[in-house]
């Protein structure tokens, strides 16, 4: 009975991290198939931080950010109760402000040697419209 609800529990941890790890990986492919615009120097208030872990796998968080001069300049993560809280001292790759490159920034680092991008989800272009088919009738 024990060995019956740690495999549950175990079973049920797997599935819901695969969940999130495929968080990054889908939000990738959609822009990389559709576009996207380019954000505007602004605050962006419904983006996503998609963190990084050492195993391979990502999770992803809500967050608002703040483009200047098409880099980001400020990044706060969001808690369940709508607040938000300022991260500080991030970076890129060469100690700079990071980029946007297709609506989704480079790999960005902060002090804790977490590594994260940000994705900003309300600049993916919409999906191509497609032909409608049509049945063709069965007296032909």
Known sequence: MKKSIL???????GLSSFGQNECFIRLQKAFDDRGSF????????NVIVSYFQDGGGSYCLSGKVRV??????????????DTYELLRDFYNSKKSPPKIVNGITEMIFNADDEKFKIVFIDQLKPKKKSYKLVALPDDL
Request: aromatic share 14%; no cysteine.
């Open 7 to 13: 495999a549950l529990f175990v079973m049920f941890i």
């Open 38 to 45: 380019t954000p505007s120097d602004d605050m962006h208030r």
């Open 68 to 81: 200047e001069n098409g880099l980001i300049s400020s990044i706060f993560l969001q808690y369940e109760d």
